[in-house]
């Protein structure tokens, strides 16, 4: 079974860059056909699928979001990331990694100053 992890900080600034990591574990990213994805939910909204990445790197990206949002991989780590710039307090929300029905506990970041 697949276990995900997110980490991050829980209270970025405006205009700042947010960074989150999913730490996976009983998987490796790089297995074929898996796909890793972020996902988040607003307070009061439904989920968001935001972006993802796959066994062999490749990136897809919510087109909506995809101007300001980029998701990378450190293999070694077994670990992908995700990064959100120029945010709003409209980023403000509860953000999930995810993959083939595991998912993450889930990270609570709120943007404010």
């Known amino acids: 079974q697949v276990q995900l992890q997110e980490s991050g900080p829980g209270l970025v600034k405006p205009s700042q860059t947010l960074s989150l990591t999913c730490t996976v574990s009983?998987?490796?990213?790089?297995?074929?056909?898996?796909?890793w994805s972020w996902i988040r939910q607003p307070p009061g909204k439904g989920l968001e699928w935001m972006g993802a990445i796959a066994y062999d790197g490749s990136t897809y990206y919510n087109p909506s979001l995809k101007s300001h949002t980029s998701i990378s991989r450190g293999t070694s780590k077994n670990q992908f990331s995700l990064q959100l710039s120029s945010v709003t307090p409209e980023d403000t929300a509860v953000y999930y990694c995810n993959t083939r029905g595991s998912w993450g506990q889930g990270t609570q970041v709120t943007v404010s100053s």
């Open positions: 009983g998987g490796s990213i790089t297995t074929s056909y898996y796909f």
